[in-house]
């Protein structure tokens, strides 16, 4: 059964540093999106994205973030500049396409900012 | 935005007895409420979901009932087993399939064998 990865599943960086996270979507979806979850917290919607473009974003997904699709099958994440309160589970998920409603999850990156 | 509230953060049941986990959302206009799993370490299971023009969906052991005029909606387990031991984590959608997921704030449940 096709599944969302990601890597890598635990990151450590310093305060400032740029991390970039990747995830390959499930082959064939069109819809894209990046979730974080704080230790202990529920899962927040930070961005989706879809032919090329960010179709929404929250007001967590500020200057210091940015995502990019450099080939048909990668989907990342970059963040800039990171800040100790970046540290959380970040999640990949996919959709297949406009009429359908399942968003696939992958296993997470663990980033933790020291 | 939507604002999705979720009931009970803690449930402890016998193995073999039900469990239920609850669920409120604010926006009249979502339409879609599906149910994750997750796992200590993995990242969210997608395991039942509703739309809103049913009233209840089943799947062997897990069924979701929805009642939009309450705006609310329901996970129910029976015959709950050790491996059923998980946070699950609510969550809503409106509109077309491309929507965001609104998250409830999950349910800790343990199976007691």
């Known amino acids: 059964e096709p599944e969302v990865t990601q890597t890598p599943s635990h990151q450590v960086t310093q305060m400032g540093q740029e991390v970039i996270l990747r995830c390959v979507p499930i082959s064939n979806h069109l819809y894209f999106y990046w979730y974080r979850q704080i230790l202990g917290q529920k899962v927040e919607f930070l961005v989706s994205?879809?032919?090329?473009?960010?179709?929404?974003k929250s007001e967590i997904f500020d200057d210091q973030f940015s995502v990019e699709r450099p080939d048909g099958s990668n989907f990342t994440l970059k963040i800039r500049s990171t800040k100790l309160e970046d540290s959380a589970m970040y999640f990949c998920?996919?959709?297949?396409?406009?009429?359908?409603?399942?968003?696939?999850f992958g296993p997470g990156t663990r980033l933790t900012v020291t | 935005g939507e604002n999705v509230e979720q009931h009970p953060s803690t449930l402890s049941v016998q193995e073999g007895d039900s469990a239920v986990i609850k669920c409120t959302y604010s926006d009249s206009a979502s339409n879609y409420f599906p149910w994750y799993k997750q796992e200590l370490g993995k990242g969210p299971q997608l395991i039942i979901d509703?739309?809103?023009?049913?009233g209840e969906k089943k799947d062997q052991r897990i069924a979701v009932t929805l009642n939009k005029t309450a705006k609310h909606f329901s996970l129910h387990i029976t015959e709950t087993q050790p491996e059923d031991s998980a946070v699950y984590f609510c969550?809503?959608?409106?509109?077309?399939?491309?929507?965001?997921?609104?998250f409830g704030t999950g349910t800790r449940l343990t199976i007691i064998p």
């Open positions: 998920a996919s959709v297949r396409d406009r009429s359908s409603y399942e968003q696939y």
């Open positions: 509703i739309r809103s023009n049913v």
């Open positions: 994205f879809y032919n090329n473009e960010i179709s929404e």
């Open positions: 969550a809503a959608h409106a509109n077309f399939g491309n929507e965001k997921l609104t």
